[in-house]
């Protein structure tokens, strides 16, 4: 908006980056272990899934768009770190790409995260490289915690019941 563009139009651009780069951030994670053709064909499963149309076109939920974006990295992220040499720049790669995550939609982050962790078990095949797997949360926790510290310091002051206690019921 700094830059002249109107609301409108930056929700449109916003929209349109998350189409471009969700199913972009998947083919590249999956591109590692299976063809491209399989991949591209995933990816685009993915781009059009009716979770995503629903958001876009009903609840015009920028931010969760633009978390489906960080999902496919923080895998990629924990493969580079169990099976690459260099992990220290895949562990801050990674952790940069969950602090976002988090900062993006926190209730998808807090969904989605066991499934990361889940994942990060499962295919390690050392204990160490597991380990190596969390400090790419730990990072990611720590980048986000600006946020979510005051958060949750300060929940105590906010009525959110106020906010979401009725929203589903019709009069």
């Not at 499963?45 to 009716?50: G, Q, T």
């Not at 076109?57 to 169990?82: C, K, M, T, Y």
């Amino acid at each position: 908006h700094i830059f002249g563009i109107n609301f409108e139009n930056i929700f449109k651009i916003l929209v349109g980056l998350s189409f471009i780069l969700a199913p972009s951030s998947l083919f590249v994670w999956l591109k590692r272990s299976a063809k491209a053709e399989i991949a591209f064909i995933v990816s685009i499963i993915y781009l059009a899934l009716p979770y995503r149309i629903l958001d876009t076109f009903v609840r015009g939920d920028v931010a969760e768009l633009i978390s489906f974006i960080f999902i496919p990295l923080i895998f990629l992220s924990i493969d580079l770190v169990q099976k690459e040499k260099n992990k220290l720049k895949y562990i801050i790669l990674g952790g940069f790409a969950y602090g976002i995550f988090i900062l993006s939609h926190n209730a998808i982050a807090f969904i989605f995260t066991p499934f990361l962790f889940a994942y990060s078990f499962i295919y390690a095949k050392k204990s160490k490289n597991f380990f190596f797997s969390l400090t790419i949360f730990a990072v990611g926790i720590l980048l986000s915690s600006f946020f979510w510290i005051p958060s949750i310091v300060e929940g105590k002051f906010v009525f959110a019941k106020l906010f979401v206690e009725n929203l589903y019921k019709t009069n």
